[in-house]
Protein backbone atom coordinates (compact mmCIF):
# COMPACT_ATOMS: atom_id res chain seq x y z
CA UNK A 1 0.00 0.00 0.00
CA UNK A 2 1.30 3.32 -0.90
CA UNK A 3 0.42 6.25 1.74
CA UNK A 4 -0.70 9.64 0.51
CA UNK A 5 2.52 11.73 0.14
CA UNK A 6 4.15 8.37 -2.04
CA UNK A 7 1.07 8.87 -4.63
CA UNK A 8 1.05 12.92 -4.28
CA UNK A 9 4.64 12.61 -5.52
CA UNK A 10 3.92 9.97 -7.92
CA UNK A 11 1.43 11.90 -9.53
CA UNK A 12 3.42 15.34 -8.99
CA UNK A 13 5.96 13.91 -10.91
CA UNK A 14 3.58 12.39 -13.69
CA UNK A 15 2.71 16.12 -14.06
CA UNK A 16 5.91 17.98 -13.96
CA UNK A 17 7.10 15.78 -16.94
CA UNK A 18 4.35 16.06 -18.73
CA UNK A 19 3.52 19.89 -18.55
CA UNK A 20 7.44 20.06 -20.16
CA UNK A 21 6.94 17.27 -22.64
CA UNK A 22 4.02 19.09 -24.19
CA UNK A 23 5.12 22.51 -23.93
CA UNK A 24 8.78 21.53 -25.27
CA UNK A 25 6.77 19.40 -28.05
CA UNK A 26 3.99 22.22 -28.98
CA UNK A 27 5.85 23.55 -31.80
CA UNK A 28 7.03 20.26 -33.44
CA UNK A 29 2.58 19.14 -32.84
CA UNK A 30 1.54 21.95 -34.61
CA UNK A 31 4.10 21.86 -37.79
CA UNK A 32 3.60 17.86 -37.72
CA UNK A 33 -0.11 18.90 -38.80
CA UNK A 34 1.58 20.63 -41.59
CA UNK A 35 3.71 17.86 -42.17
CA UNK A 36 0.59 15.47 -42.72
CA UNK A 37 -0.89 18.49 -44.76
CA UNK A 38 1.71 18.79 -47.17
CA UNK A 39 2.95 14.93 -47.35
CA UNK A 40 -0.59 12.85 -46.98
CA UNK A 41 -3.10 15.37 -48.17
CA UNK A 42 -1.83 18.08 -50.18
CA UNK A 43 -3.54 20.65 -51.26
CA UNK A 44 -5.88 19.92 -54.34
CA UNK A 45 -3.33 18.09 -56.31
CA UNK A 46 -2.37 15.41 -54.36
CA UNK A 47 -0.05 14.76 -51.80
CA UNK A 48 3.15 16.65 -52.25
CA UNK A 49 6.54 14.09 -52.47
CA UNK A 50 8.99 14.78 -50.16
CA UNK A 51 11.71 17.00 -51.95
CA UNK A 52 9.56 18.88 -54.01
CA UNK A 53 7.48 21.87 -54.29
CA UNK A 54 3.95 22.73 -54.31
CA UNK A 55 2.49 26.06 -55.83
CA UNK A 56 -0.66 27.08 -54.96
CA UNK A 57 -2.85 26.86 -58.04
CA UNK A 58 -4.07 30.08 -59.83
CA UNK A 59 -7.80 28.47 -59.23
CA UNK A 60 -7.52 28.17 -55.62
CA UNK A 61 -6.09 31.81 -55.34
CA UNK A 62 -8.59 33.30 -57.27
CA UNK A 63 -11.50 31.60 -55.92
CA UNK A 64 -10.47 30.56 -52.34
CA UNK A 65 -13.87 30.38 -50.97
CA UNK A 66 -14.09 26.85 -53.22
CA UNK A 67 -11.26 24.76 -52.20
CA UNK A 68 -10.85 21.39 -54.11
CA UNK A 69 -12.71 18.50 -52.11
CA UNK A 70 -9.13 16.19 -51.81
CA UNK A 71 -7.29 19.50 -50.09
CA UNK A 72 -6.04 19.84 -46.69
CA UNK A 73 -8.15 21.87 -44.74
CA UNK A 74 -5.09 24.17 -44.34
CA UNK A 75 -5.66 25.02 -47.79
CA UNK A 76 -8.58 26.90 -46.88
CA UNK A 77 -7.53 27.63 -42.75
CA UNK A 78 -6.76 31.69 -42.45
CA UNK A 79 -7.27 34.03 -44.75
CA UNK A 80 -4.38 35.37 -46.99
CA UNK A 81 -4.98 36.82 -50.18
CA UNK A 82 -1.28 38.80 -50.61
CA UNK A 83 0.26 36.31 -51.84
CA UNK A 84 0.72 32.93 -53.71
CA UNK A 85 1.77 30.02 -51.74
CA UNK A 86 4.69 27.29 -52.21
CA UNK A 87 5.22 24.17 -50.00
CA UNK A 88 7.86 21.34 -49.64
CA UNK A 89 8.89 19.19 -46.89
CA UNK A 90 12.49 18.53 -46.99
CA UNK A 91 14.41 15.37 -46.37
CA UNK A 92 18.07 16.02 -46.41
CA UNK A 93 19.54 13.00 -44.93
CA UNK A 94 20.44 11.17 -48.47
CA UNK A 95 21.79 14.34 -49.58
CA UNK A 96 21.81 18.81 -50.02
CA UNK A 97 18.94 19.42 -51.89
CA UNK A 98 19.27 22.73 -54.56
CA UNK A 99 16.78 25.49 -54.65
CA UNK A 100 16.35 27.57 -57.84
CA UNK A 101 14.70 30.71 -58.13
CA UNK A 102 13.97 32.91 -61.02
CA UNK A 103 14.70 36.76 -61.64
CA UNK A 104 11.79 38.40 -59.55
CA UNK A 105 12.65 41.48 -60.64
CA UNK A 106 12.12 43.58 -57.67
CA UNK A 107 8.42 41.54 -57.18
CA UNK A 108 8.35 40.28 -53.33
CA UNK A 109 9.12 36.93 -52.63
CA UNK A 110 10.27 35.02 -49.97
CA UNK A 111 11.14 31.27 -49.24
CA UNK A 112 10.80 30.46 -45.67
CA UNK A 113 13.22 27.74 -44.35
CA UNK A 114 11.52 26.49 -40.77
CA UNK A 115 13.13 23.92 -38.25
CA UNK A 116 10.38 22.00 -37.60
CA UNK A 117 11.08 20.63 -34.41
CA UNK A 118 11.08 24.09 -32.91
CA UNK A 119 9.09 26.06 -35.51
CA UNK A 120 12.15 28.47 -35.55
CA UNK A 121 13.35 30.16 -39.11
CA UNK A 122 16.89 29.34 -39.60
CA UNK A 123 16.93 30.95 -43.49
CA UNK A 124 15.31 32.77 -45.59
CA UNK A 125 15.92 33.37 -49.29
CA UNK A 126 14.17 36.27 -50.67
CA UNK A 127 13.58 40.51 -51.37
CA UNK A 128 14.54 40.98 -48.46
CA UNK A 129 17.18 38.54 -47.25
CA UNK A 130 19.00 37.72 -50.73
CA UNK A 131 17.27 40.37 -53.32
CA UNK A 132 15.81 39.16 -56.39
CA UNK A 133 17.81 38.01 -58.80
CA UNK A 134 18.32 34.54 -59.97
CA UNK A 135 20.09 32.38 -58.14
CA UNK A 136 20.68 28.84 -56.84
CA UNK A 137 20.64 27.75 -52.90
CA UNK A 138 22.34 24.17 -51.22
CA UNK A 139 19.81 23.34 -48.63
CA UNK A 140 22.47 20.86 -46.84
CA UNK A 141 21.49 19.32 -43.70
CA UNK A 142 23.64 18.42 -40.27
CA UNK A 143 27.29 16.88 -40.59
CA UNK A 144 27.07 17.58 -44.91
CA UNK A 145 30.85 18.29 -45.46
CA UNK A 146 30.96 17.81 -49.15
CA UNK A 147 32.33 20.62 -51.37
CA UNK A 148 29.48 23.63 -52.48
CA UNK A 149 29.64 24.39 -56.48
CA UNK A 150 30.68 27.37 -57.29
CA UNK A 151 27.79 30.21 -57.44
CA UNK A 152 26.07 28.42 -55.14
CA UNK A 153 25.24 29.95 -51.81
CA UNK A 154 25.16 27.07 -48.44
CA UNK A 155 22.13 27.16 -46.58
CA UNK A 156 22.72 25.11 -43.82
CA UNK A 157 19.93 23.45 -41.72
CA UNK A 158 20.44 21.88 -38.32
CA UNK A 159 17.94 19.44 -38.56
CA UNK A 160 17.47 17.09 -41.78
CA UNK A 161 13.77 17.27 -41.53
CA UNK A 162 13.05 21.54 -43.25
CA UNK A 163 9.40 22.79 -43.74
CA UNK A 164 10.01 25.26 -46.78
CA UNK A 165 7.45 28.01 -47.27
CA UNK A 166 7.43 30.19 -50.04
CA UNK A 167 5.09 33.55 -51.09
CA UNK A 168 5.63 35.08 -53.59
CA UNK A 169 3.21 38.30 -54.05
CA UNK A 170 0.60 39.01 -56.36
CA UNK A 171 0.00 42.47 -57.32
CA UNK A 172 -3.56 42.40 -59.02
CA UNK A 173 -6.22 39.52 -60.53
CA UNK A 174 -4.55 40.57 -64.17
CA UNK A 175 -1.30 39.59 -62.18
CA UNK A 176 -1.92 36.43 -61.13
CA UNK A 177 -0.62 34.43 -64.32
CA UNK A 178 2.77 36.25 -64.31
CA UNK A 179 3.09 35.53 -60.24
CA UNK A 180 2.17 31.74 -60.74
CA UNK A 181 4.76 31.63 -63.71
CA UNK A 182 7.16 32.99 -61.49
CA UNK A 183 6.26 30.49 -58.45
CA UNK A 184 6.49 27.73 -60.38
CA UNK A 185 10.06 28.79 -61.29
CA UNK A 186 11.07 27.94 -57.44
CA UNK A 187 12.17 24.57 -57.98
CA UNK A 188 14.01 21.51 -55.79
CA UNK A 189 16.09 18.97 -57.22
CA UNK A 190 18.73 16.96 -55.66
CA UNK A 191 22.59 18.37 -55.69
CA UNK A 192 23.51 14.70 -57.04
CA UNK A 193 22.93 14.69 -60.62
CA UNK A 194 22.04 18.56 -60.54
CA UNK A 195 22.83 20.83 -63.55
CA UNK A 196 22.82 24.04 -64.14
CA UNK A 197 19.76 25.74 -65.71
CA UNK A 198 20.13 27.72 -68.75
CA UNK B 1 -9.04 27.90 -33.41
CA UNK B 2 -10.24 31.62 -32.77
CA UNK B 3 -9.19 33.98 -29.77
CA UNK B 4 -12.45 32.95 -28.18
CA UNK B 5 -12.47 29.47 -28.09
CA UNK B 6 -8.57 29.64 -26.50
CA UNK B 7 -10.20 31.69 -23.89
CA UNK B 8 -12.56 29.42 -23.11
CA UNK B 9 -10.54 26.19 -23.03
CA UNK B 10 -8.10 28.21 -20.95
CA UNK B 11 -10.61 29.08 -18.26
CA UNK B 12 -12.18 26.07 -18.70
CA UNK B 13 -8.90 24.12 -18.24
CA UNK B 14 -7.46 26.26 -15.59
CA UNK B 15 -10.84 26.02 -13.71
CA UNK B 16 -10.59 21.78 -13.65
CA UNK B 17 -6.93 22.23 -12.86
CA UNK B 18 -7.91 24.70 -9.93
CA UNK B 19 -10.62 22.17 -8.74
CA UNK B 20 -8.30 19.82 -8.68
CA UNK B 21 -5.35 21.02 -6.49
CA UNK B 22 -8.03 22.76 -4.27
CA UNK B 23 -9.43 19.27 -3.44
CA UNK B 24 -6.58 17.51 -3.69
CA UNK B 25 -4.39 19.80 -1.01
CA UNK B 26 -6.70 21.56 0.92
CA UNK B 27 -9.73 18.79 1.24
CA UNK B 28 -7.38 16.28 1.32
CA UNK B 29 -9.88 14.13 -1.36
CA UNK B 30 -8.00 12.60 -4.53
CA UNK B 31 -5.13 11.68 -2.53
CA UNK B 32 -6.13 8.94 -0.14
CA UNK B 33 -4.48 5.45 0.34
CA UNK B 34 -7.11 3.60 -1.40
CA UNK B 35 -5.49 5.70 -4.84
CA UNK B 36 -4.76 3.71 -7.67
CA UNK B 37 -1.20 3.93 -9.23
CA UNK B 38 -2.70 4.21 -12.54
CA UNK B 39 -4.65 6.79 -11.46
CA UNK B 40 -1.43 9.09 -9.93
CA UNK B 41 0.07 8.49 -13.82
CA UNK B 42 -3.08 8.93 -16.23
CA UNK B 43 -4.53 12.49 -14.06
CA UNK B 44 -0.81 13.33 -13.84
CA UNK B 45 -0.25 13.28 -17.51
CA UNK B 46 -3.59 15.20 -18.30
CA UNK B 47 -3.24 17.59 -15.85
CA UNK B 48 0.51 18.24 -16.85
CA UNK B 49 -1.45 18.92 -20.66
CA UNK B 50 -3.94 21.17 -19.23
CA UNK B 51 -1.51 23.17 -17.61
CA UNK B 52 0.97 22.97 -20.48
CA UNK B 53 -2.11 24.41 -23.00
CA UNK B 54 -2.99 27.40 -20.06
CA UNK B 55 0.76 28.11 -19.17
CA UNK B 56 1.50 28.90 -22.56
CA UNK B 57 -2.16 30.64 -23.46
CA UNK B 58 -1.57 32.72 -20.30
CA UNK B 59 2.08 33.43 -21.22
CA UNK B 60 1.15 34.07 -24.89
CA UNK B 61 -1.16 36.52 -23.63
CA UNK B 62 1.32 38.61 -21.50
CA UNK B 63 3.68 39.01 -24.31
CA UNK B 64 1.39 40.13 -26.53
CA UNK B 65 1.52 43.56 -27.54
CA UNK B 66 -2.06 44.83 -27.61
CA UNK B 67 -2.48 48.69 -28.88
CA UNK B 68 -6.07 49.86 -30.06
CA UNK B 69 -7.73 46.15 -29.67
CA UNK B 70 -5.00 44.98 -32.45
CA UNK B 71 -2.52 41.62 -30.67
CA UNK B 72 0.45 41.19 -32.51
CA UNK B 73 3.65 38.81 -31.15
CA UNK B 74 7.23 40.16 -31.32
CA UNK B 75 9.84 37.91 -31.89
CA UNK B 76 7.92 34.94 -33.97
CA UNK B 77 9.79 32.26 -35.00
CA UNK B 78 13.80 33.92 -34.38
CA UNK B 79 16.06 31.95 -32.97
CA UNK B 80 16.96 31.79 -29.70
CA UNK B 81 13.19 31.89 -28.14
CA UNK B 82 12.77 29.91 -24.96
CA UNK B 83 10.86 26.45 -24.78
CA UNK B 84 7.76 28.34 -22.99
CA UNK B 85 8.03 31.57 -25.65
CA UNK B 86 8.08 28.73 -28.66
CA UNK B 87 5.26 27.91 -27.23
CA UNK B 88 3.45 30.42 -26.46
CA UNK B 89 3.86 32.02 -30.18
CA UNK B 90 2.27 28.37 -31.51
CA UNK B 91 -0.78 29.12 -29.28
CA UNK B 92 -1.39 32.55 -30.85
CA UNK B 93 0.10 32.22 -34.38
CA UNK B 94 -0.31 28.86 -35.19
CA UNK B 95 1.69 28.27 -38.38
CA UNK B 96 4.89 28.30 -39.94
CA UNK B 97 4.67 32.17 -39.46
CA UNK B 98 7.71 34.64 -40.34
CA UNK B 99 10.06 36.39 -38.39
CA UNK B 100 9.36 40.14 -37.64
CA UNK B 101 11.91 41.68 -40.27
CA UNK B 102 10.03 39.60 -42.83
CA UNK B 103 6.59 40.57 -41.93
CA UNK B 104 4.32 41.79 -39.15
CA UNK B 105 0.97 40.40 -37.98
CA UNK B 106 -1.68 42.17 -36.24
CA UNK B 107 -5.13 40.71 -35.64
CA UNK B 108 -8.20 41.58 -33.87
CA UNK B 109 -12.05 40.57 -33.01
CA UNK B 110 -13.20 43.58 -31.46
CA UNK B 111 -13.33 47.36 -32.01
CA UNK B 112 -11.28 49.66 -30.55
CA UNK B 113 -13.77 50.09 -27.64
CA UNK B 114 -13.48 46.51 -26.64
CA UNK B 115 -16.96 45.28 -28.56
CA UNK B 116 -16.97 42.25 -30.25
CA UNK B 117 -16.35 42.94 -34.46
CA UNK B 118 -20.04 42.18 -35.71
CA UNK B 119 -21.68 42.68 -39.19
CA UNK B 120 -24.98 43.68 -37.42
CA UNK B 121 -22.54 46.84 -36.93
CA UNK B 122 -20.80 49.00 -39.54
CA UNK B 123 -17.03 50.30 -39.38
CA UNK B 124 -14.27 52.02 -39.62
CA UNK B 125 -10.75 52.07 -39.35
CA UNK B 126 -9.04 55.49 -40.16
CA UNK B 127 -5.29 55.99 -40.80
CA UNK B 128 -4.14 59.53 -40.92
CA UNK B 129 -2.75 61.31 -43.82
CA UNK B 130 0.91 59.69 -43.74
CA UNK B 131 -0.45 56.90 -41.28
CA UNK B 132 -0.88 53.93 -43.53
CA UNK B 133 1.80 51.19 -42.48
CA UNK B 134 5.66 51.73 -43.24
CA UNK B 135 7.19 48.94 -45.34
CA UNK B 136 9.11 47.98 -48.11
CA UNK B 137 6.89 45.39 -49.55
CA UNK B 138 3.59 45.32 -49.20
CA UNK B 139 0.49 46.08 -46.65
CA UNK B 140 -2.84 43.93 -46.03
CA UNK B 141 -6.03 44.49 -44.30
CA UNK B 142 -7.88 40.82 -44.46
CA UNK B 143 -11.52 39.97 -43.44
CA UNK B 144 -12.01 37.14 -42.35
CA UNK B 145 -15.53 35.24 -40.25
CA UNK B 146 -15.85 34.11 -36.97
CA UNK B 147 -14.22 30.85 -37.83
CA UNK B 148 -11.04 33.03 -39.88
CA UNK B 149 -12.45 31.52 -43.38
CA UNK B 150 -13.17 34.28 -46.37
CA UNK B 151 -16.16 35.90 -46.53
CA UNK B 152 -18.40 35.55 -49.50
CA UNK B 153 -19.65 39.02 -51.28
CA UNK B 154 -20.44 40.32 -54.59
CA UNK B 155 -17.02 41.87 -55.41
CA UNK B 156 -15.15 38.86 -54.74
CA UNK B 157 -13.13 41.60 -52.36
CA UNK B 158 -11.87 39.76 -49.77
CA UNK B 159 -8.91 42.40 -48.74
CA UNK B 160 -7.95 45.73 -49.09
CA UNK B 161 -4.43 46.42 -49.94
CA UNK B 162 -1.52 48.91 -50.92
CA UNK B 163 -2.30 47.38 -54.58
CA UNK B 164 -6.26 47.66 -54.00
CA UNK B 165 -6.97 51.28 -55.22
CA UNK B 166 -8.13 52.63 -52.10
CA UNK B 167 -9.09 55.94 -52.54
CA UNK B 168 -7.98 58.73 -49.80
CA UNK B 169 -9.68 61.73 -48.39
CA UNK B 170 -8.81 65.14 -49.67
CA UNK B 171 -6.37 65.60 -46.71
CA UNK B 172 -4.40 62.28 -47.46
CA UNK B 173 -6.10 60.45 -44.90
CA UNK B 174 -7.65 57.08 -45.82
CA UNK B 175 -10.98 55.66 -44.00
CA UNK B 176 -11.84 51.51 -44.69
CA UNK B 177 -15.49 50.74 -44.37
CA UNK B 178 -15.70 47.50 -42.20
CA UNK B 179 -19.75 46.47 -42.84
CA UNK B 180 -22.16 43.74 -44.39
CA UNK B 181 -23.71 46.21 -47.13
CA UNK B 182 -22.10 48.54 -49.66
CA UNK B 183 -21.13 51.84 -48.30
CA UNK B 184 -22.96 54.53 -50.72
CA UNK B 185 -19.99 56.38 -52.74
CA UNK B 186 -17.01 54.27 -50.43
CA UNK B 187 -17.52 51.32 -52.41
CA UNK B 188 -13.60 51.67 -53.27
CA UNK B 189 -12.97 51.23 -49.61
CA UNK B 190 -15.18 48.64 -48.48
CA UNK B 191 -14.07 45.75 -46.95
CA UNK B 192 -17.06 43.40 -47.42
CA UNK B 193 -18.08 41.99 -43.45
CA UNK B 194 -19.99 38.61 -42.71
CA UNK B 195 -23.78 39.38 -41.78
CA UNK B 196 -22.18 37.90 -38.66
CA UNK B 197 -18.82 38.35 -36.57
CA UNK B 198 -15.79 38.56 -38.06
CA UNK B 199 -12.33 39.05 -37.56
CA UNK B 200 -9.59 40.95 -39.27
CA UNK B 201 -5.91 40.62 -39.85
CA UNK B 202 -3.48 43.19 -40.77
CA UNK B 203 0.03 42.06 -42.33
CA UNK B 204 2.96 44.36 -43.20
CA UNK B 205 5.62 42.96 -45.18
CA UNK B 206 9.33 43.82 -44.46
CA UNK B 207 8.39 46.26 -41.92
CA UNK B 208 9.87 49.71 -41.65
CA UNK B 209 11.95 50.60 -38.62
CA UNK B 210 8.85 52.73 -36.86
CA UNK B 211 6.89 48.93 -36.83
CA UNK B 212 9.85 47.30 -35.64
CA UNK B 213 10.61 49.45 -33.05
CA UNK B 214 7.19 49.69 -31.63
CA UNK B 215 6.62 52.98 -32.57
CA UNK B 216 3.84 52.46 -34.78
CA UNK B 217 0.67 52.49 -33.65
CA UNK B 218 -2.34 50.73 -35.56
CA UNK B 219 -5.71 52.91 -35.64
CA UNK B 220 -8.53 51.34 -33.27
CA UNK B 221 -11.50 50.06 -35.40
CA UNK B 222 -14.70 52.39 -35.10
CA UNK B 223 -18.36 51.73 -34.54
CA UNK B 224 -20.15 54.42 -36.68
CA UNK B 225 -23.73 55.04 -36.12
Known sequence: MMTQMEHLLLFGSFMVASWFLFTYFWPRLLLSVFKRAILVKGFGDGPIPVNTLYTESQTLFADPLHAPASASKLATTGVNRDTLMTAGWLDLSKGPQVLHVPDFSGRYYSVQFTNPSSNINFAYVGKRATGTQAGNYLVSGPGWEGQVPSGMTQISSPNNSVLVFGRVLVYSDSDLPTAYDLSKQIQLAPLSGWQPRQ | ?225
Open chain 2, 1 to 225: MNNRTSTFLTVLNGVICGFFFINSFFFGRFFTALRTVRKDVVQGILIGFALAFVISQIYARIKATKVNGWITMFGLGEPGNGMLLRAAHAQLFPGPVNVPQEAMYWTTSGDGAGHTLSGKHDYIIHFPSGGLPPNNAFWSLTMGDAKNHFVPNPLNRYSVSDRSGLVPNTDGSVDIYLQNTTPTGHESNWLPAPAGNFILWLRVYIPGAAILNGEYTVPPIVEIS
